[in-house]
């Protein structure tokens, strides 16, 4: 009887890019929509701020993800270099520095070092990086594909309340990109919670939580300076 086991780690970098833009955008969008609408301001001028908000944001989210992950993309290179110099100096302590991570992980001396051996036979470079570093194939950064994946989710979550906010009167306009962008937000929770193997309901409501509460301040404070002027 075979047996199939479907992981999910190694989505989690793509993944995470790709439901903060998407978050990012719908969230961002819809509470600058609502907070400019309820200081009344024009229907041209909500579609206005909406459409720069999109920009902006996704210009922001590919710059940020792009620096962010480039640091850890030096970081990881760094200590390649470093470890690569360690074994072009003393191959045998690094051996039995492998072989020593085994132990420490229930293995036995004997076959921790028969492992170490024949594992940096093959590649002690790539043995090392993931067994002492940390770094896998999947798990590498990759700072132009998550700055891409972030920008473009973005534009796609923020583009959701904008053509709503351009479809519905102004009258209404307030209650339906709120209602349309929670509908929206939970949408994204549940999908990202099932790509990532998690509880579609607990992903849902997370996300959906801390959109509410975003859009309910925005609202607050766009009624504030609404009143003022």
């Known amino acids: 009887?075979?047996?199939?086991?479907?992981?999910r780690s190694?989505?989690?970098?793509?993944?995470?890019?790709a439901v903060l833009g998407a978050n990012d955008g719908i969230v961002s969008t819809a509470s600058l929509i609502i907070?400019?609408?309820?200081?009344?301001?024009?229907?041209e001028g909500v579609l206005l701020a909406g459409v720069a908000g999109l920009v902006a944001g996704a210009m922001s989210m590919a710059a940020g993800e792009y620096v962010s992950v480039s640091s850890q993309s030096d970081?990881?290179?760094?200590?390649?270099?470093?470890e690569k110099k360690s074994l072009e100096k003393d191959f045998e302590f690094e051996k039995n520095e492998l072989a020593i991570i085994y132990e420490e992980r229930g293995v036995e001396p004997l076959l921790a070092q028969q492992v170490a051996e024949q594992l940096m036979e093959h590649d002690a470079l790539g043995a090392h990086a993931r067994d002492e570093i940390g770094i896998t194939e999947h798990g590498n950064a990759q700072p132009v594909k998550a700055a891409f994946s972030s920008a473009g989710t973005f534009t796609i979550g923020a583009a959701l309340p904008l053509v709503v906010a351009w479809l519905v009167p102004v009258n209404l306009l307030i209650p339906l990109v709120a209602?349309?962008?929670?509908?929206?937000?939970?949408?994204l929770g549940g999908i990202a919670a099932r790509a990532g193997g998690a509880s579609i309901i607990m992903g849902a409501i997370r996300v959906t939580f801390w959109g509410a509460l975003a859009m309910a301040l925005t609202a607050g404070v766009g009624r504030i300076f609404g009143v003022v002027a």
């Open 10 to 17: 190694h989505r989690v970098g793509w993944l995470r890019a």
């Open 179 to 187: 209602v349309s962008s929670l509908v929206f937000l939970t949408l």
């Open 35 to 43: 907070g400019v609408a309820a200081a009344n301001t024009s229907h």
């Open 1 to 7: 009887m075979s047996h199939t086991e479907i992981h």
């Open 75 to 82: 970081t990881e290179n760094a200590d390649l270099a470093l």
